[in-house]
């Protein structure tokens, strides 16, 4: 039978509507052009935020894993996408439908239907079991399932990059939160130096050794660093915030985020070099992929409708005037048969399409390539950037071990009346910039560690792209 109809169907392609010689216009880059190096990225732990040694942090990062809007919007997509997936792949099965039908109606006296009935009002009944089966000799249902297939793909791997996001602004943030409590210690200590120099300031007016001029100027400097205070205070809360609204949580939960306990020299496993398997572990470059592969199959899928679209039908049921005869033998009707669709003018639709399918691939190479070349360019900043740092916090450490000399002694000869107050101020405010440099310095480090292990996709599993979590749906993995 099958081959029986492609007989024929090959002898009406001649006319139909030719597909025109539409070509691809952008190139895919391949790590070959990007300069990797041979080496792999060290494997990266799951739950790798747990390095860091920090009980809050590890409930706070489950608790956003399940609470946060963003992934629960990307999972929603990617369940979503695996449902279209379904209802394409159920397409390319039979269908069977029943429909059953009852009606009074007059029928016409001068129309087809005979005496008695014609004039009469009469119960018309019908009751039909219908089956339809596109036989696909094109491909074409085939294609639209692989589309469907890298679109549920693309999804899921979303939601995996949405979850390896989300895990790195969550413990940016937390340094964050960090860095704010440092500099907010920093500010405290500050205002009790300033109350220190004002104090002793007072002291040597009293004595004659300094004027109400630098009373004064003390009483100001320490108001200064009050207000350092505050912008510290400011600060953390700000963070708090952050890490409260990463979490899904609201106002209620500001309270209850404690001052974290980090190590921030935690050890991450960290490449020395741009890694060969970069493109290989990153979600948001597979995912791209993904969307490559979905335009190619759309292609296809717009190729393909250039050709006959073959349907087998069948049908079987009664049909009778009267509800009596209707589940008599003589009101049986049944029949099977060829439903051919043959495109032979359309005024350029399908060649429209068919460009656009091609301009839709062109447009997903391009951003593969604009997301492979960020990849890259991420992973080296943030090599750059730790190779950089390790050096300035070593520099950074010996400026605040100096300028806590410097301090130490300038207090010493102005509170033995050697030296003028302007000299411990100074020394005061080199010591402050230091302290809060090398704190900022520290931080960083800690981030860039982040941000690297990110950049190389993190405790992402490309076998494995949703995590096995019980409020995560599940990749569809049928064939």
Known sequence: MKRALFGVTSLLLAGCVSAPPTTPQVAQDTPQTLGLSATPAPTVPTNWWHAFGDPQMEALVDKMLVGNPTLASALARMRAAQAQLSSERAQSYPQITLDAQDERQRFSKDYIIPPPYGGKMEWLGTIQANLSWNLDFWGEQADIIAKARSTATAAALDAAAARLALSGSFAQAYVGLVRSYALLDIAKDNVK???????????????????????????????????????????????????????????????????????????????????????????????????????????????????????????????????????????????????????????????????????????????YNSTVLAAVRQTSDALTQIRATQKERDDQQAAVD?????????????????????????????????????????????TQRVTLVLATGGDFDPAHPIPEQKHFAQQDSSP
């Open 402 to 446: 100096s300028a806590a000399r410097s301090l130490k002694l300038a207090e010493t000869r102005y509170r033995a009346g050697l030296s003028g107050q302007i000299n411990v101020l100074i020394a005061q405010t080199l010591l402050l910039r230091a302290e809060q440099q090398l704190v900022q310095v520290e931080t960083d480090a800690a």
């Open 193 to 367: 130096q300033r109350e220190h120099i004002l104090s002793l300031t007072d002291t040597l007016v009293k004595s004659g050794l300094e004027n109400a001029s630098s009373q004064e100027e003390a009483k100001s400097l320490l108001a200064q660093a009050q207000s350092y205070v505050a912008e510290a205070e400011s600060s953390r809360d700000v963070f708090v915030h952050q890490i409260a609204a990463l979490t899904g949580q609201g106002a209620e939960a500001y309270s209850a985020i404690q001052r974290p306990k980090i190590d921030l020299n935690a050890v991450l496993p960290l490449p020395d070099d741009l890694p060969a398997d970069l493109l290989s572990r990153r979600p948001d470059v597979l995912a791209a992929q993904a969307r490559v592969n979905t335009a190619i199959s759309g292609r296809e899928a717009a190729h393909a409708a250039f050709f006959p679209n073959i349907n087998l039908l069948a049908f079987a049921g009664y049909a009778a005037i009267g509800l009596s005869p209707l589940f008599t033998q003589n009101a049986l009707a049944y029949g099977a048969g060829p439903a051919i669709h043959l495109p032979i003018f359309d005024a350029g639709k399908l060649r429209a399409d068919y460009a656009d399918a091609t301009a839709d691939l062109d447009g997903a190479v391009a951003d």
